[in-house]
């Protein structure tokens, strides 16, 4: 623990229900957008899903995605700018789905975007009804500043692995930093043990 | 690298606008910065009770990290800093972070930056870095205050744009102009982008930061002139700035 700063007493906002924030985080009822370049609008009649590096590509259309058995989950999400957000609502298909059919021996996978964005995650961060893509939040289209058509969710980590825009799954061997993580922020990014930054 | 929590003495406090503060901070093992980062701070309460907040720095690579701060009607974090600290007083500070949303004068140019109100910090970074460094990039700054006594740094820029070394500013005041004002008296829209940001064929290098809603905007403006999505770099605050 850090010394006081004199004056400071804090708003002690919510603190929420016991377990649900982690360290260093605080409750926050809207949804704040952060990335780091313009906001791609891709067509949904030139959007696909591909998954690369397992025996086969396995690529769905957004129709064929769409029709593929979708889940309602109710997760808690934690930003690493700080801000958590308890009960959202997505509608998506989970990435045990995706990988269902592909035959692989990954450990890890490189989530890649629209806007060149990419995100590393564990394959066993991605699989075992841990992460979906979701293309609804609160029965509603996902936003395009919230990262539709379809972001990964991977609501376990911080929320930057949850990745907007997602294009696919590149299935690797090694772990391999993507964007964030190769400008200053952690590998994993677990936020109950606070993995923000390099060196966390 | 990112360091680990250290202890920063608040040496000099800064009012720049009626919400807004500058505080330029003393921190002992401050490992050095690049324009366009930033840092967090943490508030411990007497009763152990913690606050964290991110907070772009201000100064120039080379200098102390000062940070510009702006009072939030809901904040938490940011009220202590803009109104109740003094000098003399200590805070915590981890930093710096991020390593995209950067510039320095080896990445060239031709430079915009758009800031709405206090997303300006950042990009004053980097033009004081410029400045500090001799460079010559072609540069401008096209800020968005509420009014004229919303403008922070607006001396600074103006003694920046004087030194006829390539750097000019552009205002627009969206909700009350001083008598006589000949600048923009609106949002920044895409007309206004147009005949401010540089033409799209110089290849120019765009730092945009501010409110979801402005940077979403401008991004997008950009975008539409040509500028090309990946050297529109942008950063945003609002709520997660407490």
């Known amino acids: 623990m850090g010394f006081v700063s004199r004056g400071f007493h804090g708003r002690r906002r919510d603190e929420g229900p016991e377990g649900r924030v982690p360290p260093g985080q605080y409750l926050t009822d809207g949804f704040p957008v952060l990335s780091a370049g313009p906001t791609p609008h891709t067509r949904l009649d030139e959007w696909t899903f591909t998954v690369e590096g397992g025996a086969e590509q396995a690529r769905w259309t957004w129709d064929e995605f769409r029709a593929l058995p979708s889940e309602d989950v109710t997760v808690d999400i934690h930003c690493v700018t700080r801000w958590s957000k308890l009960d959202t609502d997505w509608q998506g298909v989970s990435v045990d789905t995706l990988l269902d059919g592909v035959e692989h021996e990954a450990a890890y996978a490189l989530a890649f975007c629209d806007g060149g964005y990419t995100t590393n995650v564990p394959i066993e961060d991605l699989t075992g009804g841990k992460a979906w893509v979701a293309y609804g939040y609160d029965g509603e289209p996902l936003d395009p500043e919230h990262g539709g058509p379809a972001r990964l969710l991977v609501p376990h980590l911080y929320f930057w692995k949850s990745a907007k825009w997602v294009r696919g799954l590149q299935l690797l061997d090694d772990d391999e930093p993507g964007f964030w993580e190769t400008n200053g922020y952690h590998l994993y990014g677990d936020p109950w043990r606070e993995q923000r930054y390099w060196g966390d | ?242």
């Open chain 2, 1 to 242: 690298m990112t360091t680990g929590w250290l202890a920063a003495e608040a040496v000099e406090v800064r009012r720049e606008t009626p919400r807004v503060r500058t505080i330029v901070l003393d921190v002992p093992g401050w490992p050095g910065h690049r324009a366009g980062q930033h840092l967090d701070v943490r508030l411990t309460a007497e009763d152990g009770y913690q606050a964290q907040r991110s907070y772009s720095i201000a100064s120039a690579p080379g200098e102390r990290p000062d940070i510009t701060v702006e009072e939030l009607d809901d904040g938490e974090v940011s009220p202590y800093l803009a109104e109740e600290l003094r000098p003399g007083d200590r805070i915590e500070v981890r930093g710096p972070i991020g390593g995209w949303f950067v510039w320095g004068p080896e990445d060239g140019g031709p430079l915009l930056l758009v800031a709405g109100g206090s997303g300006v910090v950042p990009l004053m970074a980097m033009a004081r870095h410029r400045a500090a460094s001799g460079s010559a990039v072609p540069t401008r700054l096209l800020l968005s205050s509420r009014t004229w006594e919303d403008a922070i740094y607006r001396d600074e820029l103006a003694d920046l744009t004087g030194r006829g070394d390539g750097f000019e500013v552009v205002h627009t005041l969206t909700r009350e102009q001083p008598d006589g004002w000949s600048g923009y008296a609106r949002r920044v829209d895409d007309e206004l982008l147009r005949e401010v940001a540089w033409p799209a064929h110089a290849g120019a290098r765009a730092y945009v930061c501010g409110p979801t809603s402005f940077v979403e905007s401008v991004s997008r403006g950009l975008v539409d002139l040509g500028y090309e999505p990946g050297k529109v770099k942008t950063e945003r605050f609002g709520p997660t700035g407490g």
